[in-house]
């Protein structure tokens, strides 16, 4: 049954965009439409090709800023939640705070760091924090307060100490919501990163693959344009992909979300 499966999971959808590229393709040709409006996907490769200096360069920016706001979301997040875990009136007090972060437009606030903050990396990283922080916190504290009660006056009732119960039962039993957390936030992190950059390159500071795309806009180069939009969705679905696969490794021998069930 596992090549069936593979072959579902992966060829259906490698298939269906393949027939989709050769239909945007047959349709740019057929129509003799202008690259300038829409570039087909052979133009797009080849702006891909002969850009590849200048995206490579904005490429790995863009994952610096993403790669380092993720670990410190999963760490901020986690912690914080341990911590709203442990003491209800902390968790009282501030989640309402991480609440105003997250509604907050990260696009409103990001002129404001770059005013704040003297280095722009910075001022990114920062800006790409505060979207990916929130899941992770959310999650992982609804996923502490959810360990089951009866287990929790068990290990109360074999005086179990704070510390005993917090590792070996609420965290395990957390580890599914923290993952799903980790999975959101993954791309999230490239999305604050890529909306602080474009209100960078606004500013005329330089940085990234949005900015990029901002100047490949003001030079009417529509083909990078794309190839820039490209590099952004392919590290979204690697870093999609990436948590997925680590969930499924560390849930798939023992969390009925992560095993493979015959349908």
């Excluded at 911590?83 to 509604?103: C, D, G, H, K």
């Excluded at 606004?202 to 940085?207: A, E, N, Y």
Aim: with cysteine; net charge positive.
């Amino acid at each position: 049954m596992t090549k069936p499966t593979s072959l579902r999971r992966f060829g259906l959808p490698i298939g269906l965009g393949i027939l989709t590229l050769v239909f945007w393709e047959g349709c740019v040709r057929a129509f003799n439409v202008s690259p300038f409006l829409l570039p087909g996907p052979v133009a797009i490769y080849y702006a891909l090709v002969d850009d590849w200096g200048l995206l490579s360069d904005a490429l790995l920016v863009t994952l610096q800023i993403t790669g380092l706001a993720f670990v410190c979301a999963v760490l901020g997040g986690g912690l914080i939640a341990v911590l709203f875990s442990l003491s209800r009136s902390v968790e009282t007090t501030l989640f309402p705070y991480a609440v105003i972060m997250q509604v907050t437009p990260v696009v409103a606030i990001a002129p404001l760091l770059i005013i704040w903050i003297d280095n722009v990396r910075l001022a990114l990283l920062v800006c790409a924090w505060l979207v990916a922080f929130f899941p992770i916190l959310s999650n992982t504290t609804v996923g502490l307060n959810s360990s089951d009660h009866n287990l929790r006056d068990m290990f109360r009732l074999y005086g179990a100490t704070t510390r005993q119960t917090l590792f070996r039962l609420r965290m395990p039993s957390a580890m599914p919501y923290f993952l799903t957390g980790v999975r959101i936030s993954g791309g999230l992190a490239l999305t604050g990163a890529v909306v602080a950059e474009f209100v960078a390159g606004t500013s005329g500071q330089g940085s990234g693959l949005a900015y990029r795309i901002l100047e490949a806009s003001y030079q009417l180069q529509t083909p990078r344009m794309f190839a820039a939009l490209l590099l952004i969705s392919v590290t979204g679905v690697l870093i999609f992909l990436v948590t997925s696969f680590i969930s499924r490794r560390i849930l798939g021998r023992w969390h009925e979300s992560a095993m493979e069930r015959e349908k």
